[in-house]
């Protein structure tokens, strides 16, 4: 059975720099492909970043390029999302999301639809 439990989030203040980790049962982690969702209240469910099993290549959206870098430890089982220069309206419930290995040259993964599994997210407040 596929696992993953964020951890990491809380009360930030604008600018802070805090780290996301996703941690995963098992032996499927080597040959998944991983992302990071978040919503905001209110708001529906949307990409942050993904890591691609394979290729390796990672893709983020406009909103965090240059500020959010996504990697993984296989060797742990575990995902992160370092997050720098924090704003308010990153705040939001983060979650982590597998996938099996897919092929293709579009973006599907930033459709949380393309997703089959879930952590139960962790919320990211960020203070002004």
């Known amino acids: 059975q596929v696992q993953l439990v964020e951890s990491g989030g809380g009360l930030v203040q604008a600018g802070g720099s805090p780290r996301l980790s996703c941690a995963t049962s098992?032996?499927?982690?080597?040959?998944?492909?991983m992302a990071w969702f978040r919503q905001a209240p209110g708001k529906e469910r949307e990409f942050v970043a993904v890591?691609?099993?394979?290729?390796?290549?990672?893709d983020y959206d406009d909103s965090v390029k240059g500020r959010f870098t996504i990697s993984r430890d296989n060797a742990n089982n575990t995902m992160y999302l370092q997050m720098n220069s924090l704003k308010p309206e990153n705040t939001a419930v983060y979650s982590c999301a597998a996938r099996e290995r897919y092929n293709s040259p579009s973006r599907y993964y930033t459709d949380p639809s393309r997703f089959a599994y879930w952590g139960q997210g962790t919320q990211v407040t960020v203070s002004s």
């Open positions: 098992g032996r499927f982690f080597s040959s998944y492909t």
């Open positions: 890591i691609v099993i394979g290729s390796g290549n990672t």
